[in-house]
């Protein structure tokens, strides 16, 4: 066990007794709390002691080093050592469980053990700075006994900070290229570690001031959603995360999350949402959030949202998305009344309004996600853009709601609003004289802008053309240079922009960087490595699904469109078990011109739309040929094919 460190144990403190003692307030109209979770884990960050614990000699609680709050538990080095836990089941589940260890030296153990017998079991590497270690999935029924162990080693153990997670249905993922499945099961496994089970009563306001938190609450379905020391989930992090969730089914933590958010974008708070919430789902994270005028606040994640909601809707085919006046208010306040409310710095003409910040930083409200910019910015290239796929995603939620007329107003402003970036807002230069925001003096800004320049091309404002093929050029260019991002959370976006980009290759092999990158500590070493970053799994989870398989779902609509962006030397890739609305399905991508699509469950058929790059060809179905239809999307031909797809039954489609 490490025995030193009293200087840093003495800082903890003092920062802590200089945090404000305050309590974020709650959400109106928040849902009421969940009931208990059916697996409780006692004194989960061994901050009472080690109640409920069981501790040999040579094992026992301390404070000199601990991940979060103010104790931890250790291991003495030696044989048969243990520090242990056996919690009884209530319900039927399947559970992972996860803790922060730190090791002086190889040899120790973290066991589970369902009554009496053992069900999963890691070898701890010799790492002396802390790192998430999660086991399971284990199956439990009422009255089962789980025994959560750490046992001892050639070296010190420390421990802290266990947390149960309902086992997702995680979809399972297979190619010819071993590194996509490898990549793709670690990052649904790491992702599914971070979920949270309902009626865990846990630290609310955690941060790196406060590190044991200011209370306690009980949470609500939610998933870690930002910096793993803050006991709360970021409204940009979601946005990015929610694919992920989505292909792993979470769809109660999407939708609750998402109408959290929503509620708490009053006019009180200039129809902005706060930047966190804590993992109740109903008070706002007090390091952000300071008084309903100072809260952290930026422009892109308001509209990103409305993006991200639209998505979970096709993904669930949920009517609360369209039903549920808290979020559907939100969707009209921020298109509307927030646009009208942060307008007015520049001139953009009649025709079209862009939603601006204030350019004071980020507790008066900044126009960009690039925090690390002295930039006054009172627009943005990545508010605009996301300001733009708003639009679009308003004009789908309306059409879906039945509302003609709202949904053909929010089409036109997607259309005023790109033409406007393209013809005006971006300039005329190209690559690195492309125009990416705008200063509150109104002076244009060029080169290099990281978020505010990569999100143009990712929302797909930047229309197509040589002058989008430029600016990816240039975009990689920067990332690969000087200009790439110290934080990995950074670098997830590349594939995305990539892959909307129409370079298979070139988010692949970023996708693959990123993945590498997993086991080297995050520039903030609080948040352990790089892959305890949650933006990190989640990410590479979306990304493989519907980025390099094109999987889109429309669930109310009962239709799947497939496109296969698999990269050079990927000869195939395949999911099972994907779960879309009521239906699962698989897919196998054979190159770009072969799929195969299962409708393994399901209560009705789906039409499945086949798209294989290239324009005027047809299209073999299950061995006959049939007629294609092309379609240009983006700038973009895709021939494609659509067919009915009854549950049971598998369709091949090959492009000719």
């Known amino acids: 066990m490490t025995r030193s460190r009293t200087a840093l144990a003495a800082a903890v403190a003092l920062l802590t007794a200089l945090a404000p003692l305050t309590t974020a307030p709650a959400v109106a109209g928040a849902p009421p709390p969940v009931g208990p979770a059916v697996l409780t884990v006692s004194d989960p960050g061994f901050e009472q002691g080690g ?23 250790y291991l003495d080095a030696g044989e048969g050592l243990k520090v242990s836990q056996t919690v009884t089941a209530t319900g039927h589940g399947a559970y992972v469980v996860s803790a922060w260890i730190a090791t002086g030296g190889p040899g120790g153990r973290y066991a589970l053990r369902v009554n009496g017998s053992p069900a999963a079991a890691l070898d701890l590497p010799a790492a002396s700075s802390y790192r ?16 959560i162990a750490f046992e001892s080693g050639r070296g010190w153990v420390n421990a802290d900070d266990v947390m149960v997670s309902p086992a997702a249905a995680v979809p399972h993922v297979t190619s010819s290229d071993p590194e996509a499945a490898e990549m793709f099961a670690w990052a649904a496994g790491k992702a599914n570690s971070w979920v949270h089970l309902p009626g865990t009563e846990g630290p609310l306001n955690a941060d790196e001031r406060q590190t044991g938190g200011i209370g306690s609450g009980v949470y609500a379905p939610s998933y870690w959603a930002g910096y793993a020391n803050r006991s709360g989930y970021y409204s940009r992090d979601t946005a990015h995360q929610l694919s992920g969730a989505g292909v792993l089914g979470l769809h109660a933590e999407n939708k609750a999350m998402l109408r959290a958010f929503a509620a708490s974008a009053t006019a009180e708070h200039a129809y902005y949402p706060v930047w966190a919430l804590n993992f109740d789902n109903r008070t706002y994270l007090s390091i952000d959030y300071r008084r309903p005028d100072l809260f952290v606040r930026e422009v892109p994640a308001v509209f990103e949202l409305v993006q991200k909601a639209e998505e979970a809707y096709r993904w669930t085919g949920d009517r609360s998305y369209l039903d549920d006046p808290a979020l559907w208010e939100f969707y009209l306040h ?15 003409g009649r025709r079209v ?85 705008y200063t509150t003096d109104g002076q244009p800004l060029t080169g290099w802008g990281k978020e505010n320049s990569w999100f143009m091309p990712m929302k797909g404002i930047v229309a197509p053309g040589a002058r989008r093929e430029a600016y990816l050029d240039y975009i990689e260019a920067q990332a690969e240079g000087e200009g790439r991002p110290d934080n990995i959370e950074a670098l ?19 996708m693959r960087h990123v993945y590498a990158q997993k086991d080297v500590p995050h520039v903030n070493s609080r948040q352990g490595t790089n892959g305890d970053y949650p933006e990190v799994s989640f990410t590479l989870v979306g990304q493989t699904v519907q980025g390099l398989m094109g999987v889109s779902p429309d669930a109310p609509a009962r239709t799947l469109t497939t496109l296969s962006r698999l990269p050079s030397g990927m000869e195939w890739l395949a999911v099972e078990d994907l779960r879309i609305g009521d239906s699962v399905f698989a897919l196998r991508h054979e190159g770009a011109d072969r799929s195969v699509l299962t409708h393994a469950e399901g209560s009705a058929p789906y039409v499945w739309e086949a798209r294989f790059p290239g324009a005027g060809r047809t ?16 700038g973009t031909a895709y021939t494609t094919v659509r067919v009915k797809v009854a549950p049971g039954r598998t369709v091949t489609a090959e492009a000719r």
């Open 51 to 73: 109640r409920g614990w069981e501790f040999t000699s040579g094992a026992g609680t301390a404070t000199n080093q601990p991940h979060a709050g103010s104790r931890l538990a």
């Open 353 to 437: 309004k862009v939603a601006e910040g204030t350019g004071k930083g980020i507790f008066q409200g900044v126009a960009s996600y690039n925090e690390q910019s002295d930039e006054p910015l009172a627009e943005a290239g990545d508010a605009i853009a996301s300001q733009y796929r708003a639009y679009e995603a308003m004009a789908s939620l309306a059409r879906a709601k039945g509302d003609k007329a709202l949904a053909s107003d929010f089409a036109r402003r997607a259309r005023d609003l790109k033409r406007y970036f393209n013809a005006e807002w971006s300039g005329s230069g190209s690559g690195a004289e492309m125009v990416r925001g």
């Open 492 to 510: 997830t976006y590349l594939p995305d922009t990539f892959l909307a980009g129409g370079r298979p290759d070139t988010a692949w092999a970023w």
């Open 132 to 147: 998430r270690h999660t086991l399971g999935p284990v199956a439990l029924a009422p009255g089962d006994r789980l025994e």
């Open 334 to 348: 921020a298109t509307e009344e927030f646009v009208a409310l942060h307008d007015g710095r520049k001139d953009n």
């Open 619 to 634: 299209v073999t179905v299950d061995g006959t040929v049939r007629p294609a239809t092309t379609k240009v999307i983006d």
